[in-house]
């Protein structure tokens, strides 16, 4: 029977949750300290499928700042995210780029994209 504790990030409330596999039950989890029904269900996702948003910057030539701000426009399975800031931290592009504009599709063969998180002209 494996414990994981982790805090909830979806409310201000910050409920510090124990979360446990029912040993008869595989999958089947038990959610403790939760105080609002949000939190089961990201107690759930993040012990099965933990994910996260990517935020970082690229180099960009031919614009008024040295770097581009970027994200994910879905969030990456945890499991990605150094192998996915490799690949992030090589990209050098030339201006002009626009706020939403795809910096780099299908991150890692997945459906995820990079995309710019500002304009720069």
């Known amino acids: 029977m494996e414990k994981q504790e982790m805090i909830c990030i979806l409310?201000?409330?910050g409920c510090k949750m124990q979360v446990t596999?029912?040993?008869d039950q595989p999958g089947?989890?038990?959610v403790r300290g939760l105080q609002c029904k949000k939190g089961k269900q990201y107690a759930y996702e993040e012990y099965t499928n933990p994910t996260r948003t990517l935020t970082s910057t690229?180099?960009?030539h031919n614009a008024p700042r040295p770097r581009?701000?970027?994200k994910t426009n879905k969030p990456l399975p945890k499991g990605l995210v150094f192998q996915a800031m490799e690949k992030i931290n090589k990209v050098?592009?030339?201006g002009p780029v626009h706020i939403g504009d795809v910096i780099i599709k299908g991150l890692l063969g997945t459906d995820i994209d990079v995309v710019a998180t500002r304009s720069l002209e």
Do not use: A, G, Q, Y
């Open 92 to 94: 050098e592009l030339d």
């Open 58 to 60: 690229v180099v960009i």
């Open 21 to 23: 596999e029912k040993p």
């Open 11 to 13: 409310c201000p409330l």
């Open 28 to 30: 089947e989890l038990t």
């Open 68 to 70: 581009l701000p970027v």
